[in-house]
């Protein structure tokens, strides 16, 4: 596993999700510049120069074997950059991973991040042979909180204090899902709401 090219390009009915690159600099500085996307982003202030995206960019791209990766989500009718998402943390000794995304706000509560991360979800258990997939979200973020909750995540408890920025601590709740979980659900028992992703 470690030595092999793992993270490969997904499509869904709707999306393409597609390695990270400078292609997309543009973009992913225009949605890490936003104070609607980054609100819930404490560890990281919003981008202020497009070098900022470069880095980010150029980190998510060093060569395999790596713990962590990104994709850009495109809309298949109109190539239109949607957001992103990926894994942070891979822990190949235990097989946990945490998961990650973000959407510009003027694609939300379409059901264009469930549809995105259905498929990468799919791939850390199926491809990454994953035990455990575990999300950490701002206690306010209720948005994102109900989008893991919807993939059948599993609300385990806060974790307090967990980042620091500008000068104040915030706790996030800590979500989990298993792989065991993953095999037993039925992607017909999933529901959208409109306010959601």
């Known amino acids: 596993m470690n030595n092999k090219t793992v993270f490969v390009d997904l499509e869904t009915k709707n999306l393409s999700l597609k390695q990270i690159s400078m292609e997309y600099k543009e973009d992913v500085f225009r949605q890490f510049s936003d104070e609607n996307v980054s609100k819930y982003l404490v560890d990281a202030e919003p981008f202020v120069s497009m070098e900022e995206a470069e880095e980010l960019i150029n980190w998510y791209t060093s060569p395999e074997p790596r713990s962590y990766h990104r994709w850009v989500i495109i809309r298949k009718t109109d190539s239109t950059f949607l957001g992103t998402c990926g894994y ?24 264009y991040m469930t549809e995105a991360l ?15 997939i575990q999300g950490f979200v701002h206690t306010q ?41 993953w095999k037993e659900s039925d992607e017909k028992d999933l529901f959208y709401h409109k306010d959601g992703f």
């Open 141 to 181: 973020n209720h948005k994102s909180v109900n989008l893991l909750l919807r993939l059948g995540f599993k609300q385990e408890g806060i974790i307090r204090d967990k980042h620091l920025y500008r000068g104040n601590y915030y706790d996030h709740f800590c979500l989990s899902l298993l792989k065991r979980e």
């Open 88 to 111: 942070h943390n891979w822990d190949k000794d235990n097989n946990i991973c945490e998961i990650g995304y973000d959407l510009y706000k003027d694609y939300w509560g379409k059901g």
């Open 118 to 132: 259905q498929e990468v979800i799919k791939f850390g258990f199926e491809e990454m042979e994953l035990n455990r």
